[in-house]
């Protein structure tokens, strides 16, 4: 069935260093794919999406990557800082209109002084 | 602007009550999710409206969850005999119409906990 999962549940990087969040998927027909951001008590914020006909998608100091033959996304972070401390999720969905998107359980990213 | 907005922040209550949770969109935001969040865990899909209408409401676990969007902008989340495994965080989100395209703007949550 329609899966999305994270292959680590955490992730401890050095201020300064490069972050890669990876996620797996199941559903060979999702078709859109969004990154967000929780920090502790608050919702989940868009970071970056990506759809299925891209390979990859760039940001601010974030880029997101698909691989859609072995279906995996990465997001990485350039240079982390301290703010980027949270838990990470990518969600995608199949549907052509914006219901049910389907969520990973998500990674602790956590940066080093 | 003033985004998404969710009350009350934190609800107790015990097994077996009723309880309402109250979602604020973004005014304007023609589409309004509902998702649960177990500890350590994603959010999970529940409920998404498109105005006033359900139009997907297959991620509703069983009838004892209810929601309403009566006037296409507030909406409320309904749970009858609560029970200790409807302890989450229930998260709204808002979009402008609801395309998979669109930002989805979540709220800050309200947590339940059923003792």
């Known amino acids: 069935g329609e899966s999305v999962g994270l292959h680590l549940p955490t992730l401890s990087v050095q201020e300064g260093d490069n972050s890669i969040i990876n996620c797996a998927y199941s559903?060979?027909?999702?078709?859109?794919f969004i990154w967000y951001k929780q920090e502790s008590g608050k919702g989940p914020q868009f970071i970056i999406d990506i759809r299925s006909n891209m390979d990859k998608r760039q940001g601010q100091r974030v880029t997101v990557l698909l691989n859609k033959t072995v279906k995996h996304l990465s997001l990485q972070i350039a240079a982390t800082q301290p703010g980027d401390s949270a838990v990470y999720f990518c969600?995608?969905?199949?549907?052509?209109?914006?219901?049910?998107?389907?969520f990973g359980p998500g990674t602790r990213l956590s940066v080093l002084p | 602007g003033a985004g998404v907005s969710q009350t009350p922040s934190n609800k107790v209550t015990e097994k077996g009550k009723y309880v309402e949770l109250r979602c604020d969109p973004i005014s304007g935001h023609t589409a309004l999710y509902w998702y649960r969040q177990s500890l350590g865990q994603g959010p999970e899909f529940l409920i998404y409206?498109?105005?006033?209408?359900?139009?997907?409401d297959s991620g509703l676990p069983n009838d004892r969850f209810f929601a309403v969007r009566p006037e296409g902008s507030v909406s409320t989340l309904k749970i009858q005999r609560t029970e200790r495994g409807d302890s989450a965080v229930y998260l709204c989100?808002?979009?402008?119409?609801?395309?998979?395209?669109?930002?989805?703007?979540f709220g800050p949550g309200t947590r339940l906990t059923v003792l």
């Open positions: 989100a808002s979009s402008p119409q609801g395309a998979n395209t669109d930002t989805q703007y």
């Open positions: 409206f498109q105005g006033t209408g359900a139009a997907d």
């Open positions: 559903n060979s027909a999702s078709d859109y």
């Open positions: 969600a995608e969905t199949p549907d052509n209109y914006g219901q049910n998107f389907v």
